[in-house]
């Protein structure tokens, strides 16, 4: 099992740029989360989805949309980067047993 | 509006020395508080979970505590070696309808010198 997977590992866009943050789960779970994890920040949800074919807003979600593709695949979109949203960006998944999150490796990304 | 505060911010201690980390908390409605370990470029890694019902736990050097009265837990971790080096982060989740909302803390980044 991979766990959770996330590409790209890095990226730097200039502002005004677009990019699709791809991310996968190989372990049949139904909820799946963005993330961004600033410093001096706790991690701040951007959106989720409870299963498939839904998605909900979370605490930060302006700038960014979301698409839950199929059970596996969760992908996080910037339609129009902004020096703002500069962050490490992380992707969970949910098991059964209490909520227990399952982290990817995250995607440091950088908007010049 | 749900919170979750940590204290130190940072901490610094000697390998083989203890060390408690704090988590306070307003989150309502209670579901379950987990310690998540996050080492410098990884995402975080579960440690330990606990109930409503529960006080203690443990995970190896890993002991949680929670006082659900006053809304506080704490991490200790026993004889610390360099790889506990990272950041401990509280997160507190609410039950609402189906979903467990998170709500996660700051984080207390740990350094362990030899």
């Known amino acids: 099992n991979a766990g959770v997977t996330q590409t790209p590992k890095f990226q730097v866009l200039k502002t005004g740029q677009s990019m699709t943050l791809q991310c996968a789960q190989d372990?049949?779970?139904?909820?799946m989360y963005w993330y961004r994890q600033d410093p001096g920040m706790g991690l701040r949800l951007i959106y989720y989805?409870?299963?498939?074919?839904?998605?909900d807003k979370g605490e930060v979600p302006n700038g960014y949309n979301v698409s839950r593709l199929n059970k596996r695949e969760f992908s996080l979109r910037l339609e129009s980067a902004a020096p703002s949203q500069t962050s490490v960006y992380f992707c969970?998944?949910?098991?059964?047993?209490?909520?227990?999150?399952?982290f990817g490796p995250g995607t440091r990304l950088t908007v010049l | 509006k749900n919170q979750v505060e940590q204290s130190p911010q940072s901490l610094i201690i000697l390998e083989g020395k203890n060390c408690t980390l704090q988590?306070?908390?307003?989150?309502?409605?209670?579901?379950?508080l987990r310690w998540y370990k996050q080492d410098t470029g990884r995402g975080p890694v579960s440690l330990t979970i606990?109930?409503?019902?529960?006080n203690t736990k443990s995970n190896g050097r890993y002991t949680a505590t929670l006082d659900a009265d006053t809304k506080q837990s704490s991490l200790h971790i026993t004889a610390s070696q360099l790889s506990d080096s990272a950041s401990y982060i509280c997160?507190?989740?609410?039950?609402?309808?189906?979903?467990?909302?998170?709500?996660f803390g700051r984080g207390t980044s740990l350094i362990v010198h030899p």
């Open positions: 989805s409870a299963s498939e074919g839904t998605t």
């Open positions: 606990m109930t409503f019902s529960e």
């Open positions: 372990m049949n779970h139904n909820s």
């Open positions: 997160v507190v989740s609410a039950r609402s309808g189906g979903s467990y909302i998170p709500t």
């Open positions: 988590c306070n908390y307003t989150v309502s409605p209670f579901s379950n």
């Open positions: 969970a998944s949910r098991g059964d047993s209490y909520n227990e999150q399952f």
